[in-house]
């Protein structure tokens, strides 16, 4: 009897190759017999993939599909995703990513990144050391307790950080064996999951205060140790964590948070085209902003300065907001405002009070602009949007609630109670609304649009920290690129399937800032743009 030889090459998603390996590799290393006899070039293998993909019955079955592959062969994964970026990524990233990991504990099959639950506190550099790659560029750490607009999912969020990072790849070029998806599992809060005997996660309400800022600052320590060259994106924190978070790290570590910094850079470029087309300028806006948790103040925050850079004294450019939360309209007598918001509390002089709705606020204001991350689903009602587009020629309304179902707005409602007129953008994905017999695409103003080109930036600049202007100038990169500065009538962002040149064009923006900021090695634009072009990593069977 000769001893058994499986060959380990077909369990290893960075070497498997599957039905494309050769007939020499397959005999050179022991395949033979172990893989049906037909070879396939890459590319036959998309097409195949591509079309059962296509058959799974709801979304939910695509995105196993995806995931099976994810965990089988990394590069036909990746060349899939990259041939039919528009089409699979709202199944590996939202909307249908949210329900993945409302699903997390029944469609589990097999480990990606790492689960690190509070009761491993004191061996989280051990935790971290069980880890499959050897190196890491970028770590997308959440503690899954907003998920989206789906709140708390506990462990389950962890399906964030693999979808994040898989658009690291597919989008800004990052090599996948150099990323690490991370959930800091300390409990939920979610009745239904603790309830559920098939949850997966620490089975314990949420640690908060003193226990849960010293568990963050031991991951923190646990990477400075293990992974000092790492960046970390914080991404789907709690607004009670999530600023926190990023005021106590951003100097100290390599870091950013998705949710504020990310999301802003997006908004503002999109926001800036939408301006341009309505024939105005920044300074002339005024703003009604329906939500203010961390993503709201972010955003609100960048446009503020987008506003004062155009003209308006800092203090005229906080009074031309009206930001409203699910107690209505944030005004100086409420005692529940955390700082970030009070700057945005208006006088109790005004005619408008604290319990001023959406409605009442958009008549009184007359907005030009309407932003909503409220997770308030069809809060943009058609008595606001009308009301708003009664006295404003081109309403600029940007429902970017995540997923769908916390849409503020459908586009093609918006389209209707505008007569066209309103510029919009999402944050989740919809079909292209109908326009004058035609189909006129729908911008997503989501951070995917930005993220990708921060991690390529400061992977490329070798940056050690990532500023406020290094995020800026991806913003400024991204609004450069908005199809609607050369046409009105085309989209305030360019298309999905520009996403990888996107990612390229704001990584510049990042890794010249970094090394303007000092806190990259010294080196010129054109070098820089050559170091992002070969840190690119393709999904291309090696040689
Ligand atoms: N498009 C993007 O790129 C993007 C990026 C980040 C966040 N988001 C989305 O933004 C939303 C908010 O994210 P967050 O991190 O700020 O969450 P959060 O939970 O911190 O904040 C939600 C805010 O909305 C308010 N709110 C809730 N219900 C409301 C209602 N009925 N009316 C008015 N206000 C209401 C809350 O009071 C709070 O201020 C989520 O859906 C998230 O998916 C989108
Ligand atoms: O994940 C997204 O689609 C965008 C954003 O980070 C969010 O939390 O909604
Ligand atoms: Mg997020």
Known sequence: MSPARYPQILDDPLRNRGTAFTAEQRRVLGLDGLLPPAIESLDEQVARSIEVFRRRPRPIDQYLYLRELQDTNLVLYYRLLVDHLEEVLPIVYTPTVGLACQRFHRIFRRPRGLTLPYTERHRLPELLGNRRQPSVDVIVVTDGERILGLGDQGSGGLGIPIGKLALYTAIGGLDPGRTLPIVLDVGTNNEERLADPGYLGWRHERIAGPEYEDFVERFVQAVETELPRAMIQWEDFASHNARPILDRYRDRICSFNDDIQGTAAVAVGA?????????????????????????????????????????????????????????????????????????????????????????????????TALLGLSTARDAFTEEVVRAMASHCERPIIFPLSNPTARSEADPADLERWTDGRALVATGSPYPAIQRHGGEVPVSQSNNVYVFPGVGLGVVAAQAARVTDRMLRAGSAALGALSPALRDPDAPLLPPISALRDVAAEVALGVAVAAVEDGVAPERSREDLRARIARARWSPVYPD
């Open 271 to 367: 926001l800036r085209g939408a301006i341009r087309v309505a024939g105005s300028r920044p300074r002339d806006q005024r703003i009604v902003v329906l939500g203010a948790g961390s993503a709201a103040i972010g955003v609100a925050d960048e446009i503020r300065q987008a506003l004062v850079d155009d003209g308006l004294g800092a203090d005229e450019a906080r009074r031309r907001f009206w930001v409203l939360d699910v107690d209505g309209l944030l005004t100086e007598e409420r005692s529940d405002l955390s700082p970030e918001q009070r700057v945005y509390a208006r006088p109790a002089s005004e005619d408008l009070s604290a319990g001023a709705t959406l409605a009442d606020v958009v008549w009184a204001v007359r907005p």
